[in-house]
């Protein structure tokens, strides 16, 4: 591979890495936030007592699965890194080998589109829980 093309290459990697850090720090900060805004005006836009609970203990599920993913992802994220690290030291060829077998990336890969998964249902869920709360407040 030349000069040129490795950079380039270098460059789409930064640019994904770049994209998935802000996309697993987007997933925290909103599940948990979306825990407290919805514990903190639970009483406000609900009916006493609230109609289909279901719906809300459903999206605090699904958030609190999205917060649990993207730690477990982080932690075998910096394990991949780890192995790649070992391996730029005993094999390096083998780092680029496209047929080369890494289950820790796979699974991280997995976590991360579980988690956003999760994140979406627990908008849908939540969604559906205020919308029938809300037409029936009051």
Excluded: C
Excluded at 114 to 131: D, E, M, N, Q, V
Aim: charged share 20%.
């Amino acid at each position: 591979m030349d000069k040129y093309l490795r950079e380039y290459r270098q460059e789409l990697i930064d640019a994904k890495n770049a994209s998935q850090d802000q996309l697993d720090k987007a997933l925290l900060t909103l599940s948990a936030g979306a825990f407290g805004i919805t514990i903190a005006f639970l009483e406000s836009i609900t009916s006493t007592p609230p109609i289909w609970p279901g719906f809300l203990y459903a999206s605090w599920f699904f958030w609190g699965l999205t917060i649990g993913f993207s730690l477990i992802a982080f932690y075998l994220s910096v394990k991949s890194h780890e192995e790649d690290l070992a391996l730029l030291h005993s094999d390096p060829d083998r780092l680029y080998d496209e047929n080369r077998n890494d289950p820790t990336n796979t699974a991280v890969k997995w976590l991360n589109k579980i988690s956003l998964g999760a994140f979406l249902l627990g908008l849908f869920t939540i969604s559906l829980f205020a919308a029938t709360n809300l037409t029936n407040y009051g």
